[in-house]
């Protein structure tokens, strides 16, 4: 359905609304990432005196919480709002967001702030999928990859600006203090919402049944594959860019959150370029951006050493990963076409288990002792098994349209012949 009866101005307040809600929640998503040292000694004061390492260790079981919260909520929300109006979704979301993001401010204890992080992360993939979808159908046809990519967009200038600021609030006025702040743009993007993003009717196609069917697909269950195999090898160099920056590089500390904000710049072009790239070719779109990503991920490995290189490297591999988001996220909605909302959720599913995966392999590589820079090249090895997925997906895709127009045209000769007959 397009949307017809706005005017271009409130289309684009509409949009920027929704890409509000993209920025609130990359603030939620990664200024945990910033904020351990502060919440491991306010939660786990009694580990934090006998170890300060293993407090933060522990402490960043919030960050894994809050990824578990994503990849439970976005199909299990998917499913049972299915015949729920965008815009009410949207805002019944937002309100779980203030809930939980205010709930992990006033967290007494950690085990509570683990609860609070899990709550709040809920809402995380299907905020994107709804708002993702609504964001297209106000730009109009054809614009599903630029919809998607105006509301990531919001996340990826969270991660330029917002997460270094908000981290500076919390290092110096205290993380609970951050987690408020947050909690206070998730409501105004509530307001926001509410003021400007038009009405549009529920899709009363939709069921849960509907929903969940998408999981019998074998092309869904691909689709996931590829985002969260490819994906991680974004994850596995970006989890370890501090030490990178401190260890291999020879900055100091201060420069960390400069290569982080380069990243962010990164996702922000990529983000911006493949959402006009996937509304043009698909296929395409996805074998080049894994293709940049390989490229980029191995020349970090050989360039990183230096602070030229460093800079350099972030900002490719921040691009080149979020070129395919936009792509990613319409693959998945055309792999289930009667379930447009499960497949966008998936997506994010998908990019968190991506997160944990590439994080997780990181470590192991450093911990084997090959050194902060392997990562990288664990990064290209996934990004490539992405690559080769991603191939066998097109190939199957190829097939079955050729097998639908060979039997169409089978069925019109039958018919001419019978007619002829006739």
């Known amino acids: 359905m397009q949307v017809t009866h706005v005017s271009p101005a409130r289309r684009r307040a509409a949009v920027a609304a929704l890409a509000l ?4 929640i990359g603030l939620t998503e990664f200024v945990a990432m910033g904020l351990l040292p502060q919440v491991a000694h306010s939660l786990l004061g009694g580990q934090y005196a006998a170890s300060s390492s293993k407090a933060v260790a522990h402490a ?11 990849v439970v909520g976005a199909p299990t929300i998917a499913a049972v709002t299915a015949r729920v109006a965008r815009k009410q979704l949207l805002l019944g979301l937002l309100a779980l967001f203030i809930v939980g993001t205010a709930a992990s401010a006033a967290a007494p204890n950690f085990d509570l702030l683990l609860l609070a992080r899990f709550i709040a992360a809920l809402p995380h993939g299907a905020y994107f999928g709804a708002a993702g979808l609504l964001a297209s159908q106000i730009m109009g046809p054809g614009s599903h990859g630029r919809g998607f990519a105006a509301v990531l967009g919001g996340l990826t200038v969270a991660n330029v600006f917002g997460v270094p600021l908000i981290t500076l609030v919390g290092q110096h006025a205290g993380w609970r203090v951050a987690y408020l702040a947050i909690a ?10 509410v003021a400007v993003v038009p009405a549009i009717a529920s899709p009363v196609e939709g069921s849960p049944r509907d929903e969940l069917r998408a999981f019998r697909s074998g092309q869904v269950w691909l689709v ?14 970006d989890s370890y860019i501090a030490p990178v920056t401190t260890h291999i590089a020879g900055l100091s500390d201060s420069w960390v959150p400069w290569v982080l904000a380069t ?15 996937s509304d043009r070719n698909l296929e395409r779109s996805l074998l080049f951006g894994f293709g940049a990503l390989i490229t980029s991920t191995a020349l970090f490995a050989l360039i990183a050493h230096t602070p030229a290189g460093l800079f350099i490297g972030a900002f490719l591999i921040g691009a080149s990963s979020l070129f395919i988001g936009p792509a990613m996220q319409s693959r998945l909605i055309s792999a ?10 998936v997506n ?10 590439g994080a997780a392999l990181g470590s192991l590589a450093i911990a084997n002792g090959l050194g902060y820079l392997a990562p990288s090249v664990l990064g290209a090895g996934l990004a490539t098994v992405g690559l080769l997925l991603c191939g066998v997906d097109i190939a199957a ?22 007619s002829g007959n006739g």
């Open 224 to 237: 996931a594959t590829v985002a969260a195999i490819g994906f991680a090898g974004f994850f596995a160099v």
């Open 60 to 70: 960043g079981w919030m960050i894994s919480a809050y990824a578990l919260g994503v």
């Open 21 to 24: 809600g993209g920025f609130a």
């Open 397 to 418: 895709r190829r097939r079955a349209r050729t097998g639908s127009r060979g039997e169409a045209e089978h069925r019109a000769e039958t018919a001419a012949a019978a």
């Open 336 to 345: 289930a076409p009667s379930a447009r909302l499960m497949g966008a959720a």
């Open 263 to 277: 990243v962010g710049l990164g996702m922000t072009a990529g983000n911006a370029a493949g959402g006009w790239a």
């Open 184 to 193: 206070g743009m998730f409501f105004l993007t509530l307001i926001a919402v």
């Open 348 to 357: 994010q599913s998908a990019m968190n288990i991506a997160n944990s995966l």
